[in-house]
């Protein structure tokens, strides 16, 4: 058996990047009947074949596991938005950081697209939201605004693009690689939407130890899947659970909250609407 990782998917095959080179397999049986579904990025060990394929015999345990796009074992997230054509949407923004943040992502960075086209105070808007709790780029494409940043910042990483459909996440991959051209789509004029121009998830490698992985556009996202714990999903309030009064606090009506003690000194008070705006739809629903 050799090790590989799988780079891409198509119709039940799966392409593994192995030392021997890119070998085409298929699955057992097995997998299918316990619902393991191979996933992009899974470590695997495959049975070569006389035809130089071979069969999925193994997957190895996933250190993570990205259900938008679904991909595996990532160590960088670029959480791609654009300010305006298609306008921001804070809510889609922070449901991807807290899914990226309960798959313990290392690594989760917002990314800001086609600033060329943003004015000063949006920039600022978004960048005092989230300032001191993630990274955030600003980037365009189009003025070469960024880039070398990006490529510093995914260097010996898996990383994953994501975010709506066009923002800009094929056209930023191609301005880091551009021997690689993939294909990017211009947004619809009367919704100022996307136009689902990428339709598949692949592993692409970079360079040495660095690959990129390119996603499909989303423009919606439930965290349904999520336990009621949200607030381990804001990173800046972690530090700060273990010393509500009340183990089981919501950080609502609760006496003694040190989350609500922080508000105005290490949580924003935004930051801070922003999660009860969460935890209410997410009751809500229940
Ligand atoms: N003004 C401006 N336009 C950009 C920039 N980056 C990309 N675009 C344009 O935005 C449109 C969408 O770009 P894509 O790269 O296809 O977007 P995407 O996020 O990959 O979209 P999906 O594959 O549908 O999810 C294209 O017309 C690009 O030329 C930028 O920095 N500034
Ligand atoms: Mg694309
Ligand atoms: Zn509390």
């Given at each position: 058996?050799?090790?590989?990782?799988?780079?891409?998917?198509?119709?039940?095959?799966?392409?593994?990047?192995?030392?021997?080179?890119?070998?085409?397999?298929?699955?057992?049986?097995?997998?299918?009947?316990?619902?393991?579904?191979?996933?992009?990025?899974?470590?695997?060990?495959?049975?070569?074949?006389?035809?130089?394929?071979?069969?999925?015999?193994?997957?190895?345990?996933?250190?993570?596991?990205?259900?938008?796009?679904?991909?595996?074992?990532?160590?960088?997230?670029?959480?791609?938005?654009?300010?305006?054509?298609?306008?921001?949407?804070?809510?889609?923004?922070?449901?991807?950081?807290?899914?990226?943040?309960?798959?313990?992502?290392?690594?989760?960075?917002?990314?800001?697209?086609?600033?060329?086209?943003?004015?000063?105070?949006?920039i600022n808007m978004v960048k005092d939201l989230y300032k001191?709790?993630?990274?955030i780029?600003?980037?365009?494409?189009?003025?070469?605004?960024?880039?070398?940043?990006?490529?510093?910042?995914?260097?010996?990483?898996?990383?994953?693009?994501?975010?709506?459909?066009?923002?800009?996440?094929?056209?930023?991959?191609?301005?880091?690689?551009?021997?690689?051209?993939?294909?990017?789509?211009?947004?619809?004029?009367?919704?100022?939407?996307?136009?689902?121009?990428?339709?598949?998830?692949?592993?692409?490698?970079?360079?040495?130890?660095?690959?990129?992985?390119?996603?499909?556009?989303?423009?919606?996202?439930?965290?349904?899947?999520?336990?009621?714990?949200?607030?381990?999903?804001?990173?800046?309030?972690?530090?700060?659970?273990?010393?509500?009064?009340?183990?089981?606090?919501?950080?609502?009506?609760?006496?003694?909250?040190?989350?609500?003690?922080?508000?105005?000194?290490?949580?924003?008070?935004?930051?801070?609407?922003?999660?009860?705006?969460?935890?209410?739809?997410?009751?809500?629903?229940?």
């Open positions: 058996m050799i090790k590989g990782r799988i780079i891409k998917g198509i119709g039940g095959l799966y392409f593994i990047d192995t030392e021997k080179g890119i070998i085409e397999c298929s699955v057992r049986g097995i997998f299918r009947k316990n619902k393991i579904t191979p996933t992009i990025g899974d470590y695997v060990n495959i049975s070569l074949l006389e035809d130089n394929k071979g069969i999925i015999e193994e997957i190895l345990e996933r250190k993570n596991i990205l259900i938008r796009p679904r991909v595996s074992n990532i160590d960088c997230a670029i959480i791609t938005f654009s300010i305006i054509s298609p306008n921001i949407n804070i809510d889609l923004l922070d449901k991807f950081l807290i899914l990226a943040e309960s798959q313990n992502i290392e690594n989760v960075v917002i990314c800001i697209n086609k600033c060329d086209l943003a004015n000063e105070d949006d001191n709790i993630y990274p780029i600003f980037t365009s494409t189009k003025e070469n605004i960024g880039i070398n940043d990006l490529k510093n910042l995914i260097d010996k990483k898996v990383t994953v693009f994501a975010g709506p459909s066009g923002v800009g996440k094929s056209s930023l991959i191609n301005a880091i690689l551009p021997n690689i051209c993939l294909r990017t789509g211009d947004i619809s004029k009367k919704i100022e939407r996307g136009k689902h121009t990428t339709r598949q998830v692949e592993l692409l490698e970079a360079w040495e130890h660095t690959y990129i992985v390119d996603s499909p556009g989303f423009t919606s996202l439930s965290i349904d899947f999520l336990d009621d714990s949200l607030d381990n999903y804001f990173k800046e309030f972690r530090q700060y659970l273990g010393d509500c009064k009340f183990y089981d606090c919501k950080h609502i009506h609760e006496p003694n909250c040190a989350i609500k003690n922080q508000i105005g000194k290490n949580i924003s008070e935004e930051r801070y609407n922003r999660y009860t705006k969460i935890l209410s739809e997410m009751l809500e629903r229940n």
